[in-house]
Every structure is written in structure tokens, then in C-alpha cells.
């Protein structure tokens, strides 16, 4: 069955702290990979996506991704956190034959100061 | 500014109601809309898939009868749960595809409460 695996479902950090969070798929075929961010009160938000090319994905906020296809991998990183990076984050998945993203569990991120 | 809105953003009835919320997309028109459910603590559920002029695609598990979806514009999807039970307390979400950039645009979403 096709499915979207977050391994941290929370992780704390102090500010400046670098950051990767885990996300692994199983998808046969092409995908489309989705990194979104869910502020505290707020809609989801797109950070970065990959569809082919560059497998390593910059998004905004100095988020970054990386496409390992032999892990069935898009982990997402910052260098430096900061107190304002305290959301939820969600990996998300579209086989290349569909529209709808599947969604992982998500990782509930605090930074403390 | 927002691509997508949601109506209304809260909403508490009680049991055996029903209950609408509307999603909109305010920047395009959209063919496609997603209706997404969000346990708390948890992940968004892909319920149904909205299409423009036809009938809702529904995923495995989601009662076409329980949530009905009209998709009647290409700016309006509307998600009514009937005879709502506690069960059905949830925060509904909707989506709205934009084919130019393969994106998801998602709405505030719509925090439904059956007492």
C-alpha cells in the first residue's frame, strides 16, 4: 500500500539548533513530494516541492529538501532554527497518476529560545 | 492574500443536524478541489475528491451519504455532513489545485463540533 512515514513525531530544539526532519515513502513510479508547515492557528502552508531535476530542493524560510530516490527519501533541513520555526510540518506524497497528496503523520516541531 | 477560503471557520450543533461549509477559491477557478479531514494531534485524511460539474470521488471508508459534496461552480465546493454525531467532530480542510504549478492551496479550514 502506498504510504508517507514521518519518523520524529516531536522534536524539540533550542534556537540555532540545525534541524532534519524524516520522511520516507512507498510509492512505485514517478512522485511529486511536498514539504507544508502548519503555524500554530494557521492553514497549511507550501514550504518547498520537488517534481524532477535538482533533487535538492530549496524552499522558503531557508528550508531545504533532498530527493535520495534509492531511499524513497525527502528529508527536510534548516542550518539554523529559530523560535518562529515552532509549527507542525507535514510531508506529503502525489503519485504522478493522481492529484490528491498523501499526507504523513506530520512532526510537531517547538524551538525554545 | 488568501487563495482559499472556508466558511465557516467554526461551527458547534447538535447531534442529527446537519451542517455546510462552504470552500471557495478566490484567486482561480478550480476544477478540482480536495476535502481533507484532521483528527487532532493526527494527520489530514483525503476524504473526497471534488469535481466541477460531477459527482465527488469519495475515498475507501467515507460515506458518500454522510458527506455530501457539491461542486457546483469553479470557485464553490460546499461539504455538507448530515444527521451529524459526535463522532463527526473533526476540522474539515479543503484544498484547491492549481494546475500551473502542481500546487495545493489550502484553506483556514472549518473546526466542526456535534455536541
Known amino acids: 500500500a502506498q504510504s508517507v512515514s514521518q519518523h520524529n513525531h516531536h522534536v524539540i530544539l533550542s534556537e540555532a539548533a540545525s534541524l532534519e526532519l524524516g520522511c520516507n515513502y512507498s510509492?512505485?513510479?514517478?512522485?511529486?513530494l511536498f514539504w507544508y508547515v502548519q503555524y500554530p492557528g494557521q492553514h497549511l502552508q507550501l514550504l518547498l516541492k520537488?517534481?524532477?531535476?535538482?533533487?535538492l530542493v530549496k524552499g522558503i524560510k531557508g528550508f531545504e529538501a533532498e530527493f535520495i530516490k534509492s531511499k524513497f527519501s525527502f528529508n527536510l533541513r534548516k542550518p539554523s532554527v529559530q523560535w518562529s520555526d515552532t509549527a507542525e510540518y507535514f510531508c506529503?506524497?502525489?503519485?504522478?497518476?493522481?492529484?490528491?497528496?498523501?499526507f504523513g503523520k506530520g512532526t510537531s516541531l517547538l524551538v525554545t529560545p | 492574500g488568501a487563495v482559499v477560503s472556508q466558511h465557516p471557520s467554526w461551527v458547534i450543533c447538535k447531534s442529527g443536524t446537519s451542517v455546510k461549509i462552504e470552500c471557495r477559491s478566490l484567486?482561480?477557478?478550480?476544477?478540482?478541489m480536495f476535502w481533507y479531514r484532521q483528527f487532532p494531534k493526527q494527520s489530514l485524511m483525503l476524504m473526497a475528491t471534488?469535481?466541477?460539474?460531477?459527482?465527488?470521488?469519495?475515498e475507501q471508508g467515507v460515506e458518500k451519504d454522510k458527506f455530501l459534496i457539491n461542486h457546483a461552480s469553479l470557485t464553490l465546493s460546499t461539504l455538507t455532513v448530515t444527521s451529524a454525531h459526535p463522532e463527526d467532530s473533526s476540522f474539515y480542510i479543503c484544498?484547491?489545485?492549481?494546475?500551473?504549478?502542481?500546487?495545493?492551496?489550502f484553506g483556514e479550514g472549518s473546526r466542526l463540533t456535534v455536541l
Open positions: 484567486d482561480f477557478q478550480a476544477t478540482t
Open positions: 484544498s484547491v489545485w492549481f494546475t500551473l504549478t502542481g500546487e495545493l492551496f
Open positions: 520537488y517534481f524532477s531535476g535538482d533533487p
Open positions: 506529503a506524497v502525489r503519485s504522478n497518476s493522481g492529484y490528491a497528496l498523501n
Open positions: 510509492y512505485g513510479g514517478t512522485v511529486n
Open positions: 471534488s469535481n466541477e460539474g460531477s459527482k465527488a470521488t469519495y
